[in-house]
């Protein structure tokens, strides 16, 4: 019995842990359809994160929520600014995103400017709310009846709002990707942006649009992280998960669906750890079952270069290449 | 505008098409009738492509009109053209292999809805599909299907946007025998239904078979229109290709004892996987250019790439000077003495390095230009100089980015990098050297490669120009869907007979 | 003026004299200033403050030594990086790379603490070996992949970093813990002779020799040999490198030997000239500094070595402003990444030219 009751913590912690790789994820999916490649997922996490730590203590979850989507609006449409219509490298735009993001999220948790943008946003905020490391955490809002299934009950039904939101998002966009006009547009873009374009669709504003989901999805993935998951702040918290995003992107092929068993599974990974760590197993394990997310990715990025495989589930075909009208 | 008569879907007047150093239509014009397959006959070059691309909106006219059923248009991008219910099919199919064959035919369109209910989609393909007779389903993935049935979806990606006016581009060269014979069933069916349909080809047989009226282009001029029933392949060849004969320049030298290069029951694939070379055997001799004719696409490109190593051959044989060197890597086969004469010379130039270093980039392994692992400048760059005043080559310096050279230029480096640096060449392949060139620039080639053959090399001059292989071939082949048509000495060589011949028609027959 | 419409037309560049190339690098690098400024004070920051301490580090002779110690391992990787690029292979490995520089560098020097392995004389040199054979070898494995089956580099190198990290974490934490260490995960300090102060009095100067010895030597290797011409043309275009008979396998190996072996040595210089032991998150991303280094420095060896001094300068500065200013290193970081970001805007106007008419 008390074996289930490990086994279940463990499943509903994955859920926990994973939400954050999903919600990235289904953006970064967004864009490497379209045919653009976001190397900055990990700035723009750690930028959202640091934005729900400053308004959460200033106003309040929904207010957060708000401003974390406006900021990764600002900063997907930069990259595609960048990228789509300068045409530059979309590697080294990454990158630079990356660095700016993971500076960005530094000078926010300082706390000194912490205190002064709290102010700036609530005068009248509580002294207690300016100095602490932390912020409050999402409620649980367990579901009525379905909470009590034993296993998927712990899993899905008592977790708080941005995992019920990550769920139905997957469904969502995975509807839109597979079963509307837009999506297959989307697809298209990606794959062959030149027929695309001969067939009446605008590459470039798809691209945008598409780049300016990836950052509002960056960013509330790295607000759940903070608000919905671990609310003290730590520097660097995001600690790679961008990146492991982007891995997860291509163990998933490309598809929503996929994509939360593939984060499920690298949130079992961390729950996993954690949970080890904490029954004093030799600390050394953990270690190398953290590798195995970096491993795998590698491994399945080499099944997928055999032409065979190449074939059925590709990577977007115009993927990381700028589109001109020549 | 006015109406011309209710029966004209399409009227081009006096389109002039000026590319940098050639004058691809030269005030051509061409009608389309509702109703009726038009052939769109010429050589490569003749600029038959180009005028149909021009009415798909792929490029603008110089001068010019156009109009459509009637109005006046100016089409400035395939999206004009679909939406005046013009559809092209390329040679090469503009399609996405990984997405079904619905997905490909209904993207961009407005009639579909936000949401796809590909329920109803497919049915209405289906009901499409099958009024042609075709088997395709529409949630087929793309990578599945055969270069037939890819051209069918094709197809359908204009008919399902009511398209009536279809312009196929050489269907057949992808084709099988059926899927051709299934094809010009389509076609006919289109007619019938009241569409235009333009087929850009170079086969005659296929010409006199399914079209009702045929227009010879030749030189980017509108040379003839006829009805095919009024017609036959001899007048079509001789209007194709033109009565120009070329002068005579005899051979200087004498033939090697033994073949320097050959080639037995050579069998290569193509970049599709399709069998490109068909088993083909030649021998070439030191001190003669044999020439090779045929339409680009049968073959010809994959042959060269095999003869140089840079593509695998399946089976068969090649050996230099008796030597197997068959599957062996390029350097293998620049050590045995072969130079190449690439088509598109960019694609071998490394654009951002150096006029200086894109002449040594096969030769940089010579002890004269490095010894041990370092490079000697010095030398590089005495050499480069004296190369670039023997070939002309016109470059601010020797270190100007090889890129910002225009065409024939580059084109001047290629053939210096590959004649002037290899002391010992055996070999020379040249494939279509002289292409797109301005005049000086091609007669000064053309006279590299023959002061070549009189060193003792053996030259394989691939050209589409038969002007300059009735000039320069001591033997001429031709090729046709990956095979060897037929042969003709120097003696025997007749423009007639070889456009011919181009077009598959077997020597006995041609000459008959 | 309200009614007239502005055309802005954007054209490619036929033609790029340095002098133009030059002014676009300094007035973005400028602007990068101005824009650094803005973001501070929009955060409260005291802009003018801020940027003179960044100035000042490189004044001083002391904090200028610091700036070059710390700048070298950057360097050493960037250096890395100019090979690596210039055939077309993005290594985002390097921060990896210098992981297993340290890794080996540090293990050379147990082997000589606790088996007596190698005599006294001879370990720095076995380090440095070690730490370039190490690195070397780690991004030869995404090399393989890349010019074998095609596998595009950027994700495997990137992966191969965490690889990395984690593996020099277990090994900090358990085996190569040192026994006195009272339980912090650090290894034994490193032996004097095994310290590059220990030559030449400070590590700085130990470091900057280095760099400048690497340089020349890539410098060499790229313009004057025929494997550094192999690369140079597989970078440029894969299809005449194969036409040129370059064995595409070979040339990609060696480039990545070469540019992850130079990382591994910046590693060394990290655990044997900045810290003197092996600890774990040694590298504050040093590895990706480097990228934008190298960029900065248009890939050219000569001023990679000015470029890593100036942003170990950043680093050092960032040090400063935290103790005077009470500010985050994250602040130095932003203004990187702004310096990054506009020499990539460089990059576009340097291939168009725009002209806006009325």
């Known amino acids: 019995m008390a074996a289930v009751g490990w086994l279940e913590s463990i499943l509903a912690g994955a859920v926990q842990a994973g939400t954050v790789f999903l919600i990235a994820s289904l953006g970064e999916i967004y864009a490497e359809r379209s045919g653009v490649l976001n190397l900055g997922m990990e700035g723009m996490m750690i ?48 990158l630079a995103l990356t660095i700016l993001g993971l500076g960005l999220g530094g000078l926010l948790g300082n706390a000194e400017i912490r205190r002064r943008l709290i102010l700036a946003l609530n005068p009248a905020v509580e002294e207690r709310n300016l100095i602490v490391q932390e912020a409050a955490k999402l409620p649980d809002i367990p579901i009525p009846v379905l909470k009590d299934i034993p296993v998927l009950g712990g899993m899905f039904f008592q977790q708080n709002a941005l995992i019920y939101l990550s769920l139905v998002l997957t469904f969502v966009m995975w509807f839109i990707l597979f079963r509307t006009r837009f999506g297959l547009a989307l697809r ?89 760590q904490l029954l004093g197993v030799a600390a050394q394990i953990p270690q190398f079952l953290l590798m195995l997310p970096y491993i795998v990715t590698i491994v399945t990025l080499t099944l997928l270069s055999l032409e065979s495989v190449r074939k059925r589930i590709g990577v977007p075909a115009a993927l990381g290449i700028p589109y001109s009208r020549e | 505008m006015w109406v011309e008569s209710p029966q004209t879907l399409v009227e081009m007047r006096g389109i002039v098409k000026r590319f940098p150093g050639v004058l691809a239509n030269d005030s051509a014009s061409f009608t389309l009738l509702r109703g009726e397959v038009h052939a769109l006959l010429g050589e490569n070059g003749a600029g038959k492509t180009t005028l149909m691309n021009i009415l798909y909106g792929l490029y603008r006219p110089d001068a010019g009109q156009i109009y459509v ?82 051209q069918q979806v094709e197809l359908l990606k204009a008919l399902y946007r009511k398209a009536d006016i279809l312009i196929l581009d050489e269907p057949t060269s992808v084709l099988t025998p059926q899927e051709t014979t299934v094809l010009f069933q389509t076609l006919r069916r289109m007619a019938s239904q009241g569409l235009g349909v333009v087929l850009i080809s170079h086969k005659l047989d296929e010409v006199m078979g399914v079209s ?21 392949p001899e007048e079509l060849a001789y209007l194709m290709i033109g009565r120009q004969i070329g002068v005579v320049e005899p051979r200087k030298t004498t033939l090697s004892p033994h073949p320097i290069l050959e080639t037995h029951g050579l069998k290569v694939l193509d970049d599709k996987g399709l069998l490109a070379v068909k088993g083909l055997s030649i021998k070439l001799h030191g001190g003669e250019i044999l020439g090779v004719a045929g339409v680009s696409g049968n073959g010809q490109q994959e042959l060269m790439e095999a003869l140089v190593g840079l593509r695998r051959v399946e089976e068969g044989k090649i050996l230099i000077g008796g030597i197997d060197v068959t599957n062996k890597p390029p350097s293998a086969f620049i050590d045995a003495g072969v130079a190449y004469i690439p088509p598109e010379t960019l694609k071998y130039t490394a654009s951002g390095m150096t006029v200086a270093e894109n002449l040594i980039l096969k030769s940089y392994r010579r002890s004269k230009f490095s010894h041990r692992f370092l490079i000697n400048w010095r030398n590089v760059y005495e050499e480069a100089e004296r190369l670039v005043k023997t070939f ?110 181009m077009t598959g028609v077997k020597r006995a027959e041609a000459t008959a | 003026m309200l009614g007239t419409a502005v055309k802005i037309r954007v054209e490619r560049r036929l033609e790029l004299p340095r002098r133009t190339s030059a002014a676009i690098s300094g007035l973005l690098i400028l602007l990068s200033f101005v824009v650094a400024s803005a973001v501070f004070e929009l955060l409260g920051v005291n802009s003018v403050r801020t940027l003179s301490t960044i100035v000042s580090v490189f004044l001083s002779p002391t904090s200028l030594l610091q ?244 942003f170990g300068g950043l680093l050092v500065a960032g040090e400063a402003i935290q103790a005077a200013l009470n500010l985050p290193v994250a602040a130095v970081q932003v203004f990187q990444a702004i310096i990054f970001i506009m020499i990539i805007v460089a990059e576009f106007f340097k291939r168009y030219r725009v002209t806006i008419r009325r």
Request: hydrophobic share 50%; net charge positive; aromatic share 10%.
């Open chain 1, 188 to 276: 298209s873009v990606g794959e062959n942006p030149a027929m695309a374009d001969a067939m009446g669709i605008n590459v470039f504003i798809t691209r945008y649009i598409a780049m300016a989901i990836c950052g509002m999805l960056g960013a509330l993935a790295g607000s759940y992280l903070f608000i919905g998951y671990q609310p003290f702040w730590v520097e660097g918290m995001t600690n790679g998960r961008g990146f492991i995003a982007l891995a997860l992107v291509i163990l998933a092929t490309w598809n929503p669906l996929r994509a939360v068993l593939a984060a499920y599974l690298f949130g079992g990974v961390e729950t996993l750890q954690f949970r080890l």
């Open chain 3, 67 to 310: 700036a070059v110690i710390r700048g070298m391992p950057i360097g050493l990787a960037a250096l890395g990086l100019s090979l690596a690029f210039r055939m077309n292979f993005w290594n985002i490995g390097a921060e990896g790379q210098l992981y297993m520089g340290m890794f080996a560098a540090t293990g050379v020097v147990l082997l000589h603490a606790y088996y007596g392995a190698i005599p006294e004389q001879l370990l720095f040199t076995t380090m440095i070996l070690a730490s370039f054979v190490s690195g070397g070898l780690y991004c030869t494995l995404p090399g393989y992949l890349k010019a074998k089956l095609g596998v595009n580099e950027i994700l495997p190198t990137l992966m191969l970093n965490y690889v990395a990290i984690l593996f020099v974490d277990f090994l900090v934490y358990g085996p190569w813990r040192d026994p006195k260490g009272f339980s912090f995960p650090l290894s034994i300090t490193f032996p004097d002779y095994a310290r590059m102060d220990g030559f030449l009095g400070n590590a700085s100067y130990l470091g900057l020799t280095m760099a400048l010895v690497v340089a020349a030597i890539v410098y060499v290797l790229m313009n004057w040999t025929t494997i550094g011409f192999e690369m140079r043309v597989v970078g440029q275009n894969v299809d005449a490198a194969k036409y040129g008979g370059i064995n595409l396998l070979r040339t990609t190996l060696i480039g990545s030997f070469l540019a992850g072996g130079l990382a591994g040595v910046g590693g060394l210089i990290i655990v044997s000239g900045l810290i003197g032991r092996l600890r774990p998150r040694a590298s504050p991303g040093y590895g990706y500094t480097a990228i934008i280094v190298a960029f900065l420095a248009g890939l050219n060896p000569w001023l990679i070595v000015p470029a890593s001094i100036f």
């Open chain 1, 47 to 94: 930028v959202g994160a640091a934005v729900s730590f400053i308004v959460t203590n200033a106003l309040g979850h929904g207010y957060a929520i708000l401003a974390v989507l406006l900021m990764g609006l600002a900063l997907g449409l930069g990259h595609a600014f960048l990228t789509v219509t300068l045409k530059l490298n979309q590697i080294v735009v990454g």
């Open chain 2, 69 to 150: 059923k009637g109005r006046l248009v100016q089409i400035r991008s395939p999206r004009d053209a679909i939406s005046l219910g013009i559809g092209m099919v390329h040679q090469q199919f503009r399609l996405i292999p990984t997405h079904t064959v619905a997905e490909n035919i209904i993207v961009g369109s407005r009639e579909i809805g936000f949401t796809l209910r590909y329920d109803a989609i497919n049915e209405e393909l289906s009901k499409l599909i099958k009024f042609y007779g075709w088997s395709i389903r529409p949630d087929s993935r793309v990578w599945q299907l055969s270069a037939g049935e890819k």
């Open chain 2, 392 to 501: 002309n080559i016109v470059a601010p310096s020797l270190k100007t980015r090889a890129g910002n050279l225009s065409g024939g230029n580059i084109q001047r480096l290629v053939l210096a990098r590959e004649l002037a640096l290899q002391d010992d060449i055996k070999i020379v392949i040249a494939a279509y050297p002289t292409k797109g060139l301005d005049v000086a620039s091609t007669e000064f080639i053309q006279r590299k490669l023959a002061e070549t053959r009189d060193r003792g090399a053996g030259v394989l001059l691939v050209s589409e120009d038969l002007e300059e292989l009735a000039m320069l071939s001591d033997r001429l082949i031709v090729m046709y869907k990956g095979g060897i048509v037929g042969e003709l000495s120097r003696a025997e060589f007749d423009l007639e007979t070889v456009g011919l011949m």
């Open chain 2, 212 to 232: 009702d009226r045929v227009t010879v282009m030749r030189r980017g001029r509108t040379v003839a229109t006829k009805p095919t029933k009024e017609t036959n």
